[in-house]
């Protein structure tokens, strides 16, 4: 029997892995994969625990609205990244260390 | 039940071993290709929770939108990119990745054992809710559910939220405009 514990504690993992994947990269894209790997973990307890509530259906829907927020998110912050490339030639956020002017 | 039993540790195997893939590996692309891996073992896990529409949606969103938006960044961005960073992953790789692996795995430990000391499959609104018959079982049909409570319960936070996407499209068409052409 699968219960909830093993949830909470896979998503767990996702969650430090997305945490090492935020901490060791040095580009911009794969911080933005980890962020992603994070609000997954998040998306899985939601949806773990929504289970327990048939009437409401509180955690299927705020896993939507998750999902929904993600994607917007990631649109803005890929658009970010563009920019940064473009003007910085790199997108290493520890060498992105001066103002515009 | 078994066979539920399996589907999960397969899953979640996936779902880390990829996951970690993603972590470890120093070629961009192919850890992007190993993200939609991890994704689609998410979904799958969504669907063992009795979610199949947040697993679509899943499906749909993230493997159809977010991941294609990624690999789009990549073409865009340019060669000098990748070749940039192979550079940089040649020196010094253990020891600078030292404290973000210690901080991870210490943050685990934590997480872990709130997660044994929480007990939470006998927490009270959970038993309550399978006194009450509260519990989604194989046999529901839960779109239902989700449409009418987006509808009535849930009618701010989804007009709030199609606000906030609109807001956020307007933002990233304004980010990726070309340089110059603003006043």
Sequence with gaps: MITLTHYLVLSGALFCIGLYVILAKQNAVQILIGVELMLNAAILNLVAFGRFDKLNSSGQTFALFAIVLAAAATAVALAIVLNVYRRYKTIDPGRINELKD | MTLITVMFYLMAAIALGSALYVAASKNLVRSVFMFFVTLFALAGLYVLCLADFVAITQVVVYVGGILVLILFAFMLSGRELLSGLQQQTNRLIAINK???????????????????KANIDNASWISQSIAQKNVITVTDVTVNGIGVNLMTNYLLPFEAISILLLMALVGAAHLSRKEGEAA
């Design chain 2, 98 to 116: 030292l404290p973000a692996l210690m901080l991870a795995v210490l943050f685990f430990i934590v997480l872990v054992n709130v997660f044994l």
